[in-house]
Nanobody
Framework: QVQLVESGGGLVQPGGSLRLSCAAS????????MSWYRQAPGKERDLVAT???????NYVDSVKGRFTISRDNAKNTVYLQMNSLKAEDTAVYYC??????????????WGQGTQVTVSS
């Protein structure tokens, strides 16, 4: 079982920055993939960024060049640095952890979410 706690959300003006944190209850060395998702009102939850246990990253096109996902293994924490924020980035942001203990078996864990609002 992995518990995830997000923090760092808030209200920011367009063009501003925020850094989200996701603290895991276990060593993130045990987690194969960690991701950030977001869900805007009335929309589905969408993948934003992913980082693997090997450090490989991937981003949805709409945030490339603005968002950076990173991990601090010593703190069991994954971050999402968000720069040049736009109104369309407004959403609840969720942290996700995926473990694959053996071939064909995948466990998914979610945090409670943190609200990001971009508005003037």
């Amino acid at each position: 079982q992995v518990q995830l706690v997000e923090s760092g959300g808030g209200l920011v003006q367009p063009g501003g920055s925020l850094r989200l944190s996701c603290a895991a209850s276990t060593s993130i060395f045990r987690i194969n993939v960690m991701s950030w998702y977001r869900q805007a009102p009335g929309k589905e939850r969408d993948l934003v960024a992913t980082i693997t246990d090997g450090g490989s990253t991937n981003y949805v096109d709409s945030v490339k060049g603005r968002f950076t996902i990173s991990r601090d293994n010593a703190k069991n924490t994954v971050y999402l640095q968000m720069n040049s924020l736009k109104a369309e980035d407004t959403a609840v942001y969720y942290c996700n952890a995926e473990t694959r203990p053996r071939p064909g078996v995948v466990f998914d864990y979610w945090g409670q979410g943190t609200q990001v609002t971009v508005s003037s």
